[in-house]
Each structure stands twice: as structure tokens, then as C-alpha cells.
């Protein structure tokens, strides 16, 4: 009888586990539904803020006539337009923009007066826009400054909605992973006593296990299985020490933090900025070389911040905002008064890429001779929000290459005769950069 009491306790145990298990994944889809449904609401709600006809029509009227000299909010070439219509009344507005020389020629006051601000700076006419063109832009630049801070949080609470459902998941799924081992041991706890009570009530004599030797001792006495497994732990410490030392000065994957947060995905991915505008040596010297800032400035003298859009999960807009300034900072740019202060500090760039003072590359060969594309040694760099070395840089790395590619000759009259001899001395059309001595000591070594 006690036998089968024993037996419904064990089942009812495991009925209610069950029960439990259910419920906890129950509640652990409900929330993560509950945290897209937040989400949902919150994108709904930051979607909302109005949109009239007539703000789109500024904007683009804006951005194609405007935006070269003007921003909205923030000084440029001309003062930020947001405010204006407190500071003249429309149809100065409408004067001036249509054509603010004719203004300034005839005296009138406050034109003359931004006119002398502004270092005489002339802005273009636009006889071509209409009054209704003018309120429209007035109407884009007159919106309400959008609160950089309210759209970084809302993301962060709808990235951190997500973040809180998948957390919870897997906390629940490690949980119910635990109470589940719990519940075994239990139950093989259970089991042992049961059958221990059944084998005494059965009058079954329980044999405590015998004394045996311990396993390393029969380890150590056994001479075959002590010299194998001596072989072995060599062989596999000889093959951890020699790729241990086959790393030592490769500094592949190095992506050290710069003085200023560049990113090539930004300038060479998403702006399609060419390599050699900024790397120009590449194309005629031995080095690529790192731009001065003042190439740089070619573009940031007008480019003070980024686009909202470029904002991306792991970098802010204010984030890539105060890197633009961290330019300015170093090259003495005064986005006030849009001129330089003549006080500069030098950025150290941190170099990643470095050969061995004994080993001699040249990128002008690879890259306008050999016609190499940069990426093939550089990697993706295009899609790089920090640099990195991608390639080893070893001598194996560069050999490999060197029997593998193919000489460029067409259109290369230097090469016209060495080509023509070596593959006749090799018996084959095209030549590897390898058959034509790229593997010689000398070429590469001082
Ligand atoms: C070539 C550069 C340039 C362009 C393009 C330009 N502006 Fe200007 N704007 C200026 C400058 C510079 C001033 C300051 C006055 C001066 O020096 O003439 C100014 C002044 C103004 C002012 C007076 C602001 C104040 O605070 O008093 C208004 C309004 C204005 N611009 C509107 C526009 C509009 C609208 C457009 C596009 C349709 C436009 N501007 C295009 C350069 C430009
Ligand atoms: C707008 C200018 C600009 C453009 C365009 C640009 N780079 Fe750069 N590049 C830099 C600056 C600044 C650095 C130094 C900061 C850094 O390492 O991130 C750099 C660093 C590098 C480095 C590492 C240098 C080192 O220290 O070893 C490589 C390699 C490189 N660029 C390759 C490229 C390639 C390939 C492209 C085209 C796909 C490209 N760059 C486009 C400005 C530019
Ligand atoms: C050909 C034009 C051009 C040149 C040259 C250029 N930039 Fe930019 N840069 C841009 C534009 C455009 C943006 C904004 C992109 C956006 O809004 O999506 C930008 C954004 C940035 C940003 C913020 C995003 C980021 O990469 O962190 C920094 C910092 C920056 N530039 C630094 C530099 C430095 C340093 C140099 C010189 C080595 C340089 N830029 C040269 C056009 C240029
Ligand atoms: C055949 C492989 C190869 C190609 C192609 C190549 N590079 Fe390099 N690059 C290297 C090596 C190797 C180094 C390290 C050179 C050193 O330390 O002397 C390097 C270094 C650099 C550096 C660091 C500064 C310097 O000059 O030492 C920059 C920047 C750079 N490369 C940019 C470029 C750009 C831009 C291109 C394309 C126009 C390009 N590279 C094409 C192999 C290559
Ligand atoms: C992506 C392939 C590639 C890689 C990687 C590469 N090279 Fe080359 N290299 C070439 C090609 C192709 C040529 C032949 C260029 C020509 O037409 O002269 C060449 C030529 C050379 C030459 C001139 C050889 C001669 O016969 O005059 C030297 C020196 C050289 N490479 C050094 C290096 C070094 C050092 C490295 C490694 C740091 C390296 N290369 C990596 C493709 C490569
Ligand atoms: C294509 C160019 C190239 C050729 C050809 C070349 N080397 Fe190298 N060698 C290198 C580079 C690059 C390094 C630096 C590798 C590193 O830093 O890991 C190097 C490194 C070495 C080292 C230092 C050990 C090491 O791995 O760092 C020795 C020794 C060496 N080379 C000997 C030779 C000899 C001998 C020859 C002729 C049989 C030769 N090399 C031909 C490019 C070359």
C-alpha cells in the first residue's frame, strides 16, 4: 500500500511541475507582447508631430535654394533663419529675399545694418519666388526646433522595450532550465529512497559497494597509457606555442580609438566619397598616407552636423555632432563668426598599419601599376565605423598574393619586352607577379 502512495506523490509532483512551467511561459509571451505594444504606441505617438503642405514645400525649396549659406537653427554663412519673422515684419521678408542688394542700395536701415554684420557678405536674389514660396520656406524654418533629446530617448525606450522583453525571455528560459534540473534531482532523490524503503520492507539485504583503487593510481601504473597520453599533451602544447608565436608582432583585426570617431562607413559608405581624395599619395608614392585637416575642412566649413538619419544604435547624432567639433577645436574654427582663430592642435591619429622597417611596400605599385582596388588589402573599409587592420601583413600574406595575381601589362610599355621574354621562359600567357620576381628577397627587404 505504501508503495503506491509514494507513486501518487512522484505523479502529483510532476503534474504540478508542468502546471507551473506552462504558466511561466504564459506570462513571459505576455510581456514581451505587452513591450511591442508599448513600442508601437510610442513610434505612433513621435510620427504624429504635424506635417502641412506647406512645411514640405518649404523645406525643399529650402534645401535646393537655402540651405548653402543658411540652417535653420544655427548660424552659417548667413544668420539662422528660425526667428526671423519676429525680427522684420513680411514684407521686408519678402523685399529682401526677392532681392536684398536693391534693399541695401536704398538705405533702408535694417538691411544695411545685417548687411555690415555679416562682413558684406552678399546674398543671392530670387525674383523667381513667389510670396506664396517665400511664406512657405518661412513656414519651414519658423517650425519649433525638434528636441534632439526627446527622439534620442524615445529610441533608447523603444531599443530598450525590445531589449527588456528578450532579457526577460532568456532569464525565464535559463529559470525554467533550472527549476527543471531542480526537479530531477528531486525526483532521483525520491526514486532511491523509494526503492531503498521497498528493498528493506522486502527483507532485500542492501551490499555497500566494495573498496576499489582510485583511478589514478591505476593510471599511473599503466606505462602504455602514461607514455600516449604524454605524446599527446606535447603535441598539442608544440601546436598552441607555435601559433602562440606566429602571432607575436600581427596585429590583425587592430582598431585602436582615434582622437577624433572618423567614419569611413559614413564618408567613403554612405557619401560615396572617393578613397584617393582623401588618401591622395596613394595613387604616386610609397606611402597612402593620413589627409591634413584642412582637406577636411573643404567640407566641414559647411557640414557642422549630420543628419538626423545617420544616427545609428550605437553612435547619437549629439555624439557625431561633438566629433565635428572636435575637428573644429583642432583647427581653430570659430562656427560663430565662421572664421578661423589661428589656434590649432595638431590630432594624433593613431597609425594601424606598420610594416617592420625591414620590409619594403609601395602603394603606388600595387595600386596604380598593379591596379589593385584598396580594399582587396584594406578589407570592407567602406563599411568600417572604426578602422581596422584586416589583412595579417605577413610575409606568408604577401608571397601568397604574389603567386596568385596576375601582372597587368596591357597598356604598360615598360612591360611590353619583359613579358614577352619571361613567357616564353615560362610557357605561359599571362605572368604571375611571383614569375616576374616579386619573390626575390631583395624586392621586399632592404
Ligand atoms: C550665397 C549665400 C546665401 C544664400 C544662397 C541665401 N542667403 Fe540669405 N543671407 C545670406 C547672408 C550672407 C545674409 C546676411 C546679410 C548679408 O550679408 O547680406 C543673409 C540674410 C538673410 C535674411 C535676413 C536674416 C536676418 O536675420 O535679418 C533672410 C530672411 C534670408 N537671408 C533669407 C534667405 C532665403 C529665404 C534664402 C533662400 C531662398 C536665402 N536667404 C539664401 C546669404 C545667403
Ligand atoms: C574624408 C577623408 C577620407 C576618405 C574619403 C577615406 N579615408 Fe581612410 N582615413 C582617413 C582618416 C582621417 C584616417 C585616420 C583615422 C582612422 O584611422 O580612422 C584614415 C585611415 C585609413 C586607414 C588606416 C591608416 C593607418 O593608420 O594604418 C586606411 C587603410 C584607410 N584609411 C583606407 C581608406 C580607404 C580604402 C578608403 C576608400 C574606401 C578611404 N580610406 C577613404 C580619411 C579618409
Ligand atoms: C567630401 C566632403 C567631406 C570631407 C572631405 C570630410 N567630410 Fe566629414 N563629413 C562629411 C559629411 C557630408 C558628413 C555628414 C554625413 C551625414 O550627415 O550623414 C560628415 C561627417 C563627419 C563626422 C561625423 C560622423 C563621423 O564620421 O563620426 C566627423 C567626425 C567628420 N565628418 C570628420 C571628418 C574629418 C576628420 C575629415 C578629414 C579627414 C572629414 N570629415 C572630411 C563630408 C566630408
Ligand atoms: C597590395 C596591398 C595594398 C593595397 C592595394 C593598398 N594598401 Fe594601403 N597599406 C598596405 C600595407 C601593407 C600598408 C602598411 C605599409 C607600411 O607600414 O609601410 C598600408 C598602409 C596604408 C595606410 C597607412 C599609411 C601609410 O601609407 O603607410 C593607408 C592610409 C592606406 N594604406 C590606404 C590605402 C588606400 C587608400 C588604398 C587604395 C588607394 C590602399 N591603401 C591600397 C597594403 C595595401
Ligand atoms: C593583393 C595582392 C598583393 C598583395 C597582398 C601584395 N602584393 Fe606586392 N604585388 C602585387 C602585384 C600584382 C605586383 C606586380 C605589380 C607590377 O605590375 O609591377 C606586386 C609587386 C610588388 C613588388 C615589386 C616586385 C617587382 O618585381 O618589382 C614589391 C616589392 C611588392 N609587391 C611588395 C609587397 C609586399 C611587401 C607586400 C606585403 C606587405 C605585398 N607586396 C603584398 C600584388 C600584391
Ligand atoms: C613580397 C615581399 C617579400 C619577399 C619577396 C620576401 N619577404 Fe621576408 N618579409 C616580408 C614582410 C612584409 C615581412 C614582415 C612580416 C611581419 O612583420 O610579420 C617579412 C619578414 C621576414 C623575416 C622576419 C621573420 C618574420 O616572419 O617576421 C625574415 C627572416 C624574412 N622576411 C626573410 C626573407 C627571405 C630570406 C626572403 C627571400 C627568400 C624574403 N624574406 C622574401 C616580405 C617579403
Known amino acids: 500500500m505504501e508503495k503506491v502512495n509514494i507513486r501518487h506523490s512522484i505523479f502529483r509532483t510532476l503534474l504540478l511541475s508542468m502546471v507551473v512551467l506552462f504558466s511561466f511561459s504564459q506570462t513571459s509571451y505576455s510581456q514581451e507582447d505587452s513591450g511591442t505594444a508599448d513600442a508601437a504606441v510610442e513610434e505612433s505617438d513621435s510620427g504624429a508631430s504635424g506635417a502641412e503642405g506647406d512645411v514640405a514645400a518649404g523645406k525643399e525649396l529650402f534645401n535646393s535654394l537655402c540651405a548653402a549659406c543658411h540652417k535653420p537653427y544655427k548660424k552659417a554663412t548667413g544668420p539662422a533663419l528660425h526667428g526671423v519673422s519676429d525680427r522684420h515684419d513680411r514684407q521686408w521678408l519678402y523685399e529682401w529675399i526677392k532681392n536684398s542688394a536693391a534693399m541695401i542700395a536704398s538705405g533702408d536701415d535694417a538691411a544695411v545694418k545685417i548687411y555690415e554684420e555679416y562682413n558684406q557678405t552678399p ?38 522595450g525590445g531589449g527588456y522583453g528578450s532579457g526577460v525571455s532568456t532569464n525565464v528560459v535559463l529559470g525554467i532550465l533550472a527549476f527543471v534540473l531542480l526537479l530531477l534531482t528531486v ?12 528493498a528493506e520492507v522486502n527483507g532485500v539485504p542492501i551490499v555497500a559497494s566494495e573498496k576499489r583503487k582510485p583511478i589514478w593510481k591505476a593510471f599511473v601504473e599503466n606505462q602504455f597509457l602514461v ?38 562607413r559614413i564618408h567613403a559608405g554612405d557619401n560615396q566619397i572617393e578613397c584617393k581624395y582623401c588618401h591622395s599619395s596613394a595613387r604616386v608614392s610609397k606611402t597612402s598616407g593620413v589627409p591634413s585637416l584642412n582637406v577636411c575642412m573643404n567640407c566641414h566649413k559647411s557640414v557642422s552636423e549630420v543628419a ?58 600595387h595600386v596604380s601599376v598593379a591596379g589593385i582596388a584598396c580594399q582587396e588589402c584594406h578589407g570592407p573599409v567602406e ?8 589583412a595579417p601583413l605577413t610575409m606568408g600574406w604577401c608571397i601568397n598574393c604574389h603567386r596568385e595575381t596576375k601582372v597587368k ?25 611571383a614569375q616576374m620576381g616579386a619573390l626575390e628577397c631583395g624586392k621586399c627587404h632592404y
Open 383 to 390: 563599411e568600417m565605423e572604426i578602422m581596422r587592420q584586416e
Open 123 to 160: 546674398m543671392n536674389a530670387f525674383p523667381q519666388l513667389s510670396h506664396e514660396d517665400i511664406d512657405n520656406i518661412l513656414a519651414y524654418v519658423e517650425q519649433p526646433k525638434p528636441e534632439p533629446v526627446q527622439v534620442a530617448g524615445g529610441d533608447a525606450q523603444v531599443d530598450a
Open 187 to 198: 525526483i532521483l532523490v525520491l526514486v532511491n529512497k523509494t526503492l531503498n524503503r521497498f
Open 308 to 365: 538626423p538619419e545617420t544616427a545609428t544604435e550605437d553612435y547619437t547624432k549629439d555624439f557625431y555632432d561633438g566629433e565635428i567639433s572636435k575637428l573644429y577645436d583642432a583647427v581653430g574654427w570659430d562656427t560663430e563668426t565662421q572664421s578661423y582663430t589661428g589656434e590649432e592642435k595638431p590630432v594624433k591619429w593613431v597609425r594601424i598599419h606598420n610594416l617592420p622597417d625591414f620590409a619594403y611596400f609601395n602603394h603606388s605599385q
Open 409 to 433: 601589362v596591357e597598356g604598360n610599355k615598360y612591360y611590353d619586352k619583359i613579358h614577352e621574354e619571361l613567357s616564353k621562359k615560362y610557357g605561359v600567357e599571362t605572368l604571375t607577379a
Open 227 to 264: 607514455l600516449v597520453s604524454s605524446v599527446f599533451l606535447l603535441l598539442v602544447g608544440a601546436y598552441f606555442v607555435y601559433g602562440f608565436f606566429m602571432q607575436v608582432g600581427v596585429d590583425q583585426g587592430y582598431a585602436p580609438v582615434q582622437p577624433i570617431h572618423y567614419s569611413h
